[in-house]
């Protein structure tokens, strides 16, 4: 399977490598970083709206604040980067921005 030559397409390939099955919906999270906690929750209502599962955390170490917003969804390089661009343009507003994603494996 050939991947985009971008931290995108490197995290795909490694998770296609680790035996990851891309024909199998994984719950995919996306990070927003947020400037802080009240914005973050400002913003988690308006991507609760657009129909993503969010919570807002903050980081242990850097204490910074991040929404973090999940899907369930087939790994598809085309797509990953639809929704990051989604979630950078509904939080520019409010000071945020994409911060990548990750899926879980056992």
């Not at 985009?4 to 390939?13: E, I, R």
């Not at 296609?16 to 990070?31: A, I, N, P, R, T």
Request: hydrophobic share 35%; with cysteine; aromatic share 12%.
């Amino acid at each position: 399977m050939k991947f985009p030559n971008d931290a995108d397409g490197d995290a795909l390939h490694s998770l296609y490598k680790d035996g990851l099955d891309f024909k199998k919906q994984q719950s995919v999270d996306f990070f927003v970083a947020v400037p802080d906690k009240a914005t973050g929750e400002e913003l988690s209502k308006v991507l609760k709206e657009e129909g993503f599962n969010c919570f807002l955390e903050q980081d242990d170490e850097t204490e910074e604040w991040a929404c973090c917003c999940s899907k369930r969804m087939l790994l598809n390089y085309k797509e990953l980067i639809q929704i990051q661009n989604k979630l950078n343009n509904l939080s520019k507003p409010h000071g945020g921005y994409s911060d990548g994603w990750g899926v879980f494996v056992e």
